[in-house]
């Protein structure tokens, strides 16, 4: 039974007490050091989750596996977790400076990120500026048409299902989310395209479209996961190259160099 398989309602990772200042970035200097790894209570296809003593603070690891299709297609990308691990900190912190509440806190490792604890929202947010991939295919619209304006999907995060298309309405009827939570999901999602866009197009960069999960902390609502070349499609502005996980999906090779030369331009640039 379907309910078996994704029983209904947030995905729990945490609890939340504690000192974390509200909006900004958790006063890291005190503990940072002194955090370490405690029971794994996650593991999804890219990243482990662990707690730590802190009940505010997880700690977030990234492997070097790679899924397309809902782990239909597996393989491992070198250096993949390290890479992406730079990448979502470097944006994490553009978009916090931006006033975009995220789950980040520092990045403690090559491949371990401290984040706040958050309650998983269990939606995926899409954004399409330019239309590709499902969207693509489901429309049958050409790969690279320019939308008029982004345009926000909304997918219900379950792998048992293959994170079928959902829109607010379901997610509120169904009670993943309250119709604050998802108005503020919505004005979080367009000022995070509006920053993102610009900081990729100064490198080069076009962010065709990307994936976005939301949580709860202390009741507020802030940005969580990863953004990086798993979850952005981003192509080169010159010559439209493929620079993210669609090598990957689609076999075009030269998969590792994508996510290197993505990492040099978000990381050095
Ligand atoms: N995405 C969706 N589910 C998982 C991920 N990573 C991202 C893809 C792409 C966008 O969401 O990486 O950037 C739209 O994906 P699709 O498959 O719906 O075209």
Known sequence: MIKWLCPRGPVVFGTCTGTARRGGNYDFRRTAMKIKKGKQIYEGKAKKIYRTADPDLFIQHFKDDATAFNAKKRGTIVDKGVMNNKISERLFKLLESEGVPTHFVERTSDRDMVVKSLEIVPVEVVVRNVIAGSMSKRLGIEEG????????????????????????????????????????????????????????????????????????????????DEICPDTCRLWDKDTMEKMDKDRFRRDLGKVEEAYQEVCRRVCEG
Request: hydrophobic share 45%; net charge positive; aromatic share 10%.
């Open 145 to 224: 048409t320019k939308a008029k304006k982004p345009i926000i999907e909304f997918y219900y995060k379950c792998d048992a299902l293959d994170d079928p298309l959902i829109n607010d309405d379901t997610a509120i009827a169904l009670g993943w989310a309250s119709a604050k939570d998802i108005a503020t999901i919505k004005a979080m999602t367009r000022k995070i395209n509006s920053v993102l866009t610009k900081f990729f197009a100064r490198r080069n960069l076009l962010l065709v479209d990307f994936k976005l999960e939301f949580g709860r902390h202390k009741g507020q609502i802030m940005l969580g």
